[in-house]
């Protein structure tokens, strides 16, 4: 009977202790600055791309940009590597990530309107969460990444530093080595890094009518600042893209609430319209998007 009890008082110490501990580890051990992919050789697509271009524009990487992480790409990525004082595995990670973007950001200079800026991208949803599907099996995951990486480029065009929550298809947190919940991940790299404003990219769904299409912006209950954001984003898609001006609401979302600084959450078009899905499929769409957005946060921040 007392090595019975002895067993139930060590369970009910234990349970606490774990999660006490657990907290701490998320208090104390500093959030990873991006939530970036790990790329290598036979990886394919936007993340690539990415990597592609920024090794161009520092002269390690002279071949076609084309997504592909081939035999050219790799021989870049172990030179910067290299050259960088890092270990030339071919490997780009958490590592690899920064100190592209330090070299990157001072071979650009970061001039332009938003310079000194720090901006938090939020491509909403990603990996084994798709977001909304439309009916023609769009997934929402893909657009708002797409979206995000061209407001990225924008942005940054007009010397703001960007972190993205996720730079492909994965879940934010998933290659941190331990668990952590997604949405606490893109909330903790937002106010970690002291980010001026966070902005988050979805597409909105309506099944009950298929035929309502247009952007909405979210804010943070409370916040004028965070409506302003919010506002000033969404008003700018619609000068941008035409979709149609739907309104400005408060949002009870997690990301909306938990971070530290004016958030907005804007939704661009309607995965359950047909004429919305056929439009967010095109480059050209994107980049007039991607153009709003920008252009919003220029306007909020330039107040």
Known sequence: MEAHSRQLWLKSVRTPAILLLTACFLVLVPIRAQAAPFLRMGSTGES???LQNTLSALGYYTARVDGIFGPLTDKAVRAFQSASGLVPD???GPLTWAALDRVNEVSRGRTGPLRGRLIVLDAGHGGVEPGAISP??????NFTLGLALKTRRYLEEMGASVIMTRYGDYSPGSDWGYPVDELLARVS????NGADIF????NNAYPKDPGVSGVMGFFRSGSYESYTLASK????????SGLR???VQEGPYYVLNRTYMPAALIEVGFMTNRDDCLRLRLESFQDRVARGIAAGIVDYLGR
Do not use: C, L
């Not at 023609?136 to 995951?141: C, M, V």
């Not at 902005?199 to 979805?202: D, L, R």
């Open 189 to 192: 790299i937002a106010n970690s």
């Open 90 to 92: 071919g490997i780009v």
């Open 48 to 50: 690539v791309e990415m």
């Open 233 to 240: 984003i969404a008003w700018s898609v619609n000068a941008s």
């Open 199 to 202: 902005v988050s990219i979805h």
């Open 136 to 141: 023609w099996g769009d997934k929402e995951k």
């Open 245 to 247: 001006m739907i309104d």
